[in-house]
């Protein structure tokens, strides 16, 4: 069973950047995708952002367009959510996945890492 392990998160003021990192415990094959999700207190879980493994094809939520870039290294088997200009709604939870690109539904998740972006 793949695991997967976010890290990067932490509390940064408005207009700050963080990074964070998703680690795959096995080599992740070609016809995989990466996303980034996140859940805000109250609020259900939201896609933010994804990245195809092989051809590197990126999708992102309307909210994080032109603030946010994933990139994915396959050597190191770990996609990554660059955040800049950050906003106090960007505050949540964000947790990594994996899935086949030929399922709808994510198949493995991260435990999470909580972001929080104060005012």
């Known amino acids: 069973q793949v695991q997967l392990l976010e890290s990067g998160g932490g509390l940064v003021q408005a207009g700050g950047s963080l990074r964070l990192s998703c680690a795959a415990s096995e080599r992740t094959f070609s016809s995989y995708a990466m996303g980034w999700f996140r859940q805000a207190p109250g609020k259900e879980r939201e896609f933010v952002a994804s990245?195809?493994?092989?051809?590197?094809?990126?999708n992102y939520a309307d909210s994080v367009k032109g603030r946010f870039t994933i990139s994915r290294d396959r050597a190191k088997n770990t996609v990554y959510l660059q955040m800049n200009s950050l906003k106090p709604e960007d505050t949540a939870v964000y947790f990594c996945?994996?899935?086949?690109?030929?399922?709808?539904?994510?198949?493995?998740w991260g435990q999470g890492t909580q972001v929080t972006v104060s005012s």
């Open positions: 990245i195809t493994w092989s051809g590197g094809r990126t």
């Open positions: 996945a994996l899935k086949r690109v030929t399922v709808r539904n994510y198949e493995y």
